[in-house]
């Protein structure tokens, strides 16, 4: 006959007189000890589920094997604008925030292949139809043999609209200061009057454009345009003057005022021929144009012109213009011995 089996249970009834007529029950070691476990077990629980209710974010607990939400806490529920049953025993991309299902499921395969996934911007649209903007980060754990994934989704929102904000205001000043910039390089390098380019940007730009043209084996050639008279130019007159050159002109080209009544017009690519048709064409609008001072009808001023081709008549910019510039004259005293 076997032995009845050992019980863990330890009774004595050899105790004090005040303990008499009671029965001490006594735990061994092992069932102590799984009391002990079952009591810390409750008591992790109870401590994560405060967590899990009080937590700030928003928190999902997904089945790894069908995606479906199992648990949500109030801030999901709040953040979203649903109740726990209407995403409760649905797949995430069953939740209308995530409408986006394609991308949503690809995102939970990521979820369950890797131990940690984050995501920093995911776009979600709220039970009342507004976008929000939340950073998502997942955790795989197990749990009973099986595997979960615990979702935490912490509302960016407010940080999205402000560097969106941000970025809009940098990128305003960005175009601003670009437009103070071309407005203080271009009152740099422009002439206010005429709208044409000034001295110092031909004479910086012109032994450039010598070289390039020497290199190409293009021809070049620089026009000085003297206006006739002694009087000085009205603004009219020479905002007039510099809207007939650049109508005439190619983007190619340049026209400079040089001094008070000299232009300097840089044609590439051009013969002496075609430069001179061009130079008479500006020449005759300019005669043409309707001025008036009061009642009075003002004539054009008459424009004299000189021709300098690089190669020919010199190779530097300084040789040039001396050399257009003296053919201008020749021509202004070739036109006042004529009408003597």
């Not at 002694?230 to 650049?246: F, K, M, N, P, T």
Request: net charge negative; with cysteine; aromatic share 4%.
């Amino acid at each position: 006959m076997r032995d009845a089996p050992k019980s863990h249970l330890v009774t004595e009834n050899a105790w004090p007189a005040r303990h008499q007529g009671r029965t001490a029950v006594h735990l061994d070691p092992p069932a102590a000890e799984r009391q002990r476990r079952d009591r810390a077990l409750k008591a992790s629980e109870i401590r994560y589920r405060r967590v899990f209710e009080t937590a700030p974010d928003g928190i999902l607990v997904l089945d790894a094997e069908t995606g479906i939400v199992i648990d949500a806490n109030p801030a999901v529920c709040h953040l979203l604008g649903y109740e726990q049953d209407e995403m409760l025993d649905q797949p995430l991309w069953g939740i209308p925030a995530f409408r986006n299902a394609a991308a949503t499921k690809n995102h939970f395969r990521d979820l369950v292949r890797q131990p940690h996934v984050r995501y920093d911007d995911l776009p979600l649209e709220t039970k009342d139809g507004q976008i929000g903007h939340v950073e998502l980060v997942s955790t795989l754990f197990v749990a009973d043999n099986k595997q979960f994934v615990q979702c935490t989704i912490h509302d960016i929102t407010a940080r999205v609209q402000r560097e969106r904000e941000d970025g809009e205001r940098a990128r305003q000043e960005s175009v601003t200061a670009m437009r103070i910039m071309r407005r203080t390089t271009d009152e740099e390098t422009h002439d206010h009057a005429t709208g044409l380019v000034n001295r110092w940007y031909l004479e910086e730009t012109l032994p450039r454009e010598l070289h390039r043209a020497a290199r190409a084996r293009t021809s070049l050639t620089v026009t000085v345009l003297t206006a006739a008279g002694d009087q000085e130019l009205s603004e009219a007159v020479l905002y007039e003057v510099g809207r007939i050159v650049r109508e005439h002109l190619r983007k190619s080209d340049m026209a400079c005022r040089y001094s008070d009544r000299d232009f300097v017009l840089v044609l590439l690519d051009s013969s002496p021929p075609s430069a001179r048709e061009r130079i008479e064409q500006i020449s005759a609008a300019v005669r043409d144009l309707e001025l008036h001072h009061g009642t009075e009808r003002l004539e054009g001023p008459v424009m004299y012109s000189g021709v300098a081709t690089a190669g020919t008549d010199g190779s530097t910019a300084r040789e040039l213009i001396d050399a257009a510039c003296a053919a201008a004259k020749q021509e202004r005293q070739a036109h006042t011995l004529e009408t003597r």
